[in-house]
């Protein structure tokens, strides 16, 4: 478990309809799209937030940024960061 310093997303990756069983279940496997949101964390005042979908690999990131734009979280790029 990560601590309360930290601040910590979620995501989530779609198993239905991947088995050919109806209900079944293929082990370690996952469709490439699904939803991401940040986890609530009083120590940063971020309460539970909605989720923000994704549809491809390609628009993780666009749903992290939409998803910490709600929570009201700033993401620092490092290489623009002041020192």
């Known amino acids: ?3 309360r310093r930290t601040i910590n997303i979620s995501l989530t990756l779609w198993t239905d309809g991947i ?4 209900g079944g279940l293929v082990e370690k496997t996952a469709w490439n ?3 991401v949101r940040f986890k609530p964390n ?3 005042g971020i309460s539970g937030q909605r989720t923000v979908p994704f549809n491809k690999p390609q628009d993780l990131w ?6 910490a734009a709600e929570a009201g979280v700033t993401l620092l790029d490092p290489r623009k960061a002041a020192a």
């Open 1 to 3: 478990m990560a601590g």
């Open 33 to 35: 799209f699904g939803t």
């Open 62 to 67: 666009d749903a992290v940024e939409r998803a």
């Open 42 to 44: 009083e120590l940063h």
């Open 19 to 22: 088995s050919a069983e109806p």
